[in-house]
């Protein structure tokens, strides 16, 4: 049980998410970014922060873009690190709209964001079809380790039962 509280300690989320109602769309949800957007992606998983960190597992969506790592690392030196990797391919600032969720926020983000709490239609099956997809394929990858693989497992669980509560199903 302590190692699993001690790698919890070090679970991180970056989560650039915008809302298309109020705010300006950021350079990487633009569509003529797509192929910013994938290199961006690979810089990510495997030439910067896989050297780093030993679990990774990165979700992209029209409207988010999550970063979920296991680091020792403080919140703010993962921020700049990305922030950093983030202005090689795109030159607009969404330093306030990066946040940084750790340890058990993270976690909870996560069940929240599984769940569909965290969009605009509650409960919706497509973010929930999303995270589990990629979640078992960055653990075949060998990207994501036992810990980050567990974490999603069970947040995923979670989701399924408070998804059935929200959308009445069975």
């Known amino acids: ?11 991180h989320c970056l989560s650039l998410v915008y809302n298309p109602l109020v705010d300006k769309v950021p350079e990487i949800f633009r569509f003529e970014n797509k192929n910013k957007k994938e290199s961006f992606t690979h810089d990510i998983l495997r030439d910067k922060l896989s050297n780093s960190f030993t679990n990774i597992v990165l979700l992209k969506t029209c409207q988010r873009v999550e970063l ?19 202005k090689n391919y795109f030159s607009d600032n969404f330093d306030e709209k990066l946040k940084i969720y750790s340890s058990k926020e ?11 709490l965290e969009s605009f239609i509650n409960g ?9 997809n990629l979640s078992e394929k960055y ?15 069970r947040a995923l669980e979670i989701a399924r039962e408070i998804r059935k509560v929200i959308t009445d199903e069975n």
């Open 1 to 11: 049980m302590e190692q699993k509280d001690s790698q919890l300690n070090y679970f």
């Open 124 to 132: 919706e099956n497509e973010i929930y079809d999303q995270i589990k």
């Open 68 to 86: 979920y790592i296991i680091s020792d690392k403080n919140p703010e030196k993962l921020k700049e690190e990305f922030l950093n990797i983030y």
């Open 106 to 116: 993270g976690l909870v983000h996560l069940v929240r964001l599984t769940s569909g």
């Open 139 to 153: 653990h075949e990858d060998g990207l994501a380790g036992d810990f980050v693989n567990k974490t999603f497992a």
